[in-house]
């Protein structure tokens, strides 16, 4: 439990240090995840203990979900600190919340479409 704890947040380490270094734009976890989901992709070919490792790694990343609510108070307490702000530009982020959802809906509708017209033309197969 401990070794697979450490190897998920060592993994965010790396890419945190990555997202500093280069200065992207992408928030450090999100690239440590993608190195971490990367691994497994590598890995899981070419030994054998790393199915063992990513068993015991799933098994705790399901038990720090259950304590993922806890992860929006800091959240919480920096929309609070910048309230301010956010009253002065309330219409600009209802209107991007807005149009994110409208995009979002039109996004997952279209490509809903198009999968049931290919299950449809090439027939169900599962």
Do not use: C, W
């Amino acid at each position: 439990m401990l070794r697979s704890l450490f190897i998920i947040f060592f993994y965010q380490l790396l890419g945190e240090a990555i997202q500093k270094f280069f200065e992207i734009n992408i928030p450090g976890p999100v690239i440590g995840l993608i190195l971490l989901l990367l691994t497994f992709i590598f890995f899981s070919k070419k030994f054998t203990q790393s199915k063992k490792i990513i068993k015991e790694i799933s098994t705790i990343s399901h038990q720090i979900i259950n304590y993922l609510s806890l992860l929006f108070v800091p959240i919480g307490v920096g929309v609070v600190m910048h309230i301010n702000y956010l009253g002065d530009n309330l219409f600009t982020i209802f209107s991007i919340i807005i149009i994110g959802t409208l995009a979002t809906l039109v996004f997952t509708a279209i490509v809903m479409e198009k999968t049931i017209n290919f299950e449809k033309k090439n027939g169900k197969r599962r």
